[in-house]
């Protein structure tokens, strides 16, 4: 019995960025040019774009800066490489409806191993076509090729001008892909410009060449991607290329299957308590806490229900799951009775074991994420929030607010403050001040028609403008800690000094109520 030939698809998604955002776009900006744009050490620069950026002269790669003339109606957003790469691993695992394994090839590529399986699915024509329609369907474009190596059917998918891209399986490789540019070779940009001034402009020409003279020329090139006798050996299948198929790791999941229905609360009850045991020992084994969990009940006329939890943080206790579980399950309908309960947990997160000190005395109360939990679980997701700081270090702008729940990052450039008001105000409101000029400390000041006399001052604290985001005139803000004769606090600045060549004198405003010590 001969083995089958080894078959390959390559699926390119060379659009894959650009796809991923448009399927949650604004709709405003549907017929608008948009860019997706990175951060580099030159300014922001284009990752992806639409194709009304495309049609008005937008480059990828460019400069957002040198990009601006030509399209000054250009829309910016910020690219997600993340998120393209767990699109692409979901793709990798989906993808496997063609063949027993796949592997993510490159950011915007996919390898699956299609090798005896192509005709299942009616031949390897047909599993193109197939490729092409369902990732269309679903807003993605993409490109599709089969050959005997990785490396062969990378070129085909990337560089093939016409036709099917399907390399026969008893075809000389070197032959038949001679045709393609040798950038089909998966090489460097260097490298390949190097080779264009050798004249090897197609794999063909590479292939005539004395290897020799192509090995001393690049003898300094280590990495694949600069030997260009590496990637033809890799192309013709002379040398072994090693994939890291992509694994799908199974969901946390507890399960009971009961011979009799059970029908009253009591009952249902006890089997949360075991499946929340069972689901403990085994986030435990794999050293993670359930985010999100999910109770499904299957009924024996084929009904089923599902109740959810978020929570505040990794946990995996028992008791704790079962408590807010306990709310949940009041007005579950068993109907003729439940036979099958499962509790999933779908999103979990790293959480390490705890060593308690043997002369620790016994912990009382509950933690903050406990305390959250419980909370949400009575007034819903949507009833609690939480500060979370931003990237700013002009106080209003310092600190938003996000769902308890949410994944809403803390920003970790925000600098450190000392003393900030309790109450800071929607927005700062214009008092008129006695102060030792030019830049002494206040005396005392009128806000909404009373005067109050200040009885100590602390700072200045100044905050310079965020050039990047305001007017480049925009005056800096002296900041003072202030106690009134009344007993009151008060946190007021001085907006720009004598000093600073404005020709207008300095603007005071009162920001916040009340100073607490940090």
């Given at each position: ?253 507890a399960e009971r299957r009961l011979a009799d229905p059970l029908l009253h609360r009591s ?127 002009l106080p209003e702008r310092s600190q938003g607010e996000a769902a308890a729940l949410s ?112």
């Amino acid at each position: 019995m001969t083995m089958p030939h080894r078959r390959l698809l390559s699926i390119w998604l060379p659009t894959l960025a650009i796809d991923r955002w448009q399927q949650t776009a604004p709709a405003e900006l549907a017929t608008l040019p948009v860019a997706l744009t990175a951060d580099s050490a030159h300014g922001p620069r284009v990752a992806a774009v639409n194709r009304a950026a495309a049609e008005a002269g937008v480059q990828v790669g460019a400069r957002l800066a040198d990009m601006r003339p030509l399209c000054p109606q250009l829309q910016t957003c910020p690219h997600d490489p993340a998120g393209d790469r767990a699109l692409l691993e979901r793709l990798a695992l989906w993808a496997r409806r063609w063949g027993p394994w796949s592997a993510l090839d490159g950011p915007d590529g996919l390898l699956v191993d299609i090798t005896g399986a192509s005709h299942l699915h009616g031949g390897e024509t047909a599993v193109l076509a197939d490729v092409a329609a369902r990732l269309n369907s679903n807003g993605l474009q993409a490109r599709a090729a089969i050959a005997p190596t990785c490396g062969a059917a990378w070129a085909l998918s990337h560089h093939a001008l016409a036709g099917p891209a399907i390399c026969p399986p008893d075809a000389v490789l070197a032959e038949w892909l001679a045709p393609l540019p040798v950038a089909a070779l998966r090489l460097d940009e260097t490298v390949l410009l190097v080779l264009k001034r050798l004249g090897i402009k197609h794999v063909g020409d590479l292939v005539a060449v004395d290897r020799q003279l192509i090995a001393r020329r690049f003898r300094h090139h280590r990495a694949p991607t600069g030997n260009p006798l590496a990637r033809l050996d890799q192309l013709l299948g002379l040398m072994p290329e090693p994939l890291i198929p992509v694994v799908d790791r199974p969901v946390a999941l507890a399960e009971r299957r009961l011979a009799d229905p059970l029908l009253h609360r009591s009952l249902l009850d006890r089997i949360v308590h075991d499946l929340a045991q069972e689901l403990e020992a085994l986030l435990e084994t794999r050293r993670e806490g359930a985010r999100r969990l999910i109770l499904r009940l299957f009924r024996v006329d084929g009904e089923s229900c599902e109740r959810t939890l978020e929570l505040a943080a990794p946990n995996r206790d028992a008791a704790h799951i079962v408590r807010l579980f306990a709310g949940k399950l009041d007005d579950i309908d068993a109907g003729f009775g439940i036979d099958c309960a499962q509790l999933v947990a779908p999103w979990t997160e790293a959480l390490g074991q705890a060593q308690v000190r043997l002369d620790e005395p016994p912990r009382e109360g509950t933690t903050l994420p406990a305390c959250l939990d419980r909370v949400i679980t009575r007034l819903g997701t949507g009833a609690v929030h939480r500060v979370v700081t931003l990237a700013s270090h002009l106080p209003e702008r310092s600190q938003g607010e996000a769902a308890a729940l949410s994944n809403a990052p803390q920003s970790a450039s925000a600098p450190p403050v000392r003393l900030r008001p309790l109450k800071l105000l929607d927005r700062p409101e214009a008092i008129a001040v006695i102060y030792a000029t030019p830049e002494g400390l206040p005396r005392s000041f009128r806000w909404r028609g009373q005067l109050h006399r200040v009885t100590y001052a602390r700072g200045p604290e100044r905050l310079g403008p965020e050039w990047w985001r305001q007017h480049s005139r925009e005056r800096p803000r002296d900041y003072y800690a202030t106690q009134a004769a009344n007993g009151g606090h008060y946190w007021i600045y001085r907006q720009g000094h004598v000093y600073d060549q404005t020709g207008t004198p300095p603007e005071w405003f009162l920001h916040g109520i009340g100073i607490t010590q940090h």
